[in-house]
């Protein structure tokens, strides 16, 4: 299983220079945020190779939820200059008809505990190898509950550097066991 402060998975959902939404992130600060993982020796690997890759030194799968056309118009030329890969977890109904995303429960979502035992119990009997989350609490990794730091529109470079960072990471996984 690789280590905690070695394997980090980013969860992104839109970039975007106009959308002040939470879950939009600039441009440049997206460019910035893999910049500067690729200078403390990260490097892309997709999320299924970081949940279940052999440990391989610094690793970063950068993923992005919802599946959003700025992903393709504004975080691939970042990842392509990079030489980086992503993951994209799409929900299949919404991609294929370029609808709004929309569901019963949708007003729910924040209060909703999403990735309970019960959840992972369905998603290996139904033959999955990977599954992220983006907990409340840091929990340990796991290949079907595999946590993702989130990335959002408020965040600023210090607040990110938190996030990526091996020891806070380390010690989120400590105050919550």
């Not at 893999?34 to 279940?52: C, H, I, K, Q, S």
């Not at 992903?71 to 799409?90: E, Q, S």
């Not at 294929?96 to 569901?103: H, P």
């Not at 729910?108 to 999955?128: L, M, N, P, S």
Request: some cysteine.
């Amino acid at each position: 299983m690789p280590d905690v402060g070695d394997t980090l998975v980013l969860c992104y959902h839109a970039i975007s220079e106009r959308w002040p939404a939470d879950l939009s992130v600039r441009p440049a600060a997206f460019s910035r945020q893999l910049a500067f993982l690729a200078d403390r020796g990260y490097r892309a690997v997709t999320f299924e190779e970081a949940v279940g890759g052999p440990d391989a030194g610094r690793r970063v799968a950068v993923t992005f939820d919802d599946a959003f056309t700025s992903v393709v118009t504004a975080a691939k030329p970042v990842l392509d200059r990079l030489g980086w890969v992503a993951t994209v977890f799409a929900v299949s109904r919404f991609a294929a008809t370029g609808g709004r995303l929309r569901w019963d429960g949708i007003a729910h979502w924040e209060t909703t505990e999403h990735c309970d035992e019960r959840v992972i119990a369905a998603a290996a009997r139904a033959g999955y190898r990977a599954a992220a989350a983006l907990p409340a609490h840091w929990e340990n990794p796991r290949p079907l509950a595999w946590p993702r730091a989130g990335i959002y529109h408020p965040d600023d470079f210090r607040r990110f550097r938190l996030k990526v960072s091996p020891a806070v990471r380390r010690v989120r996984l400590l105050l919550h066991r």
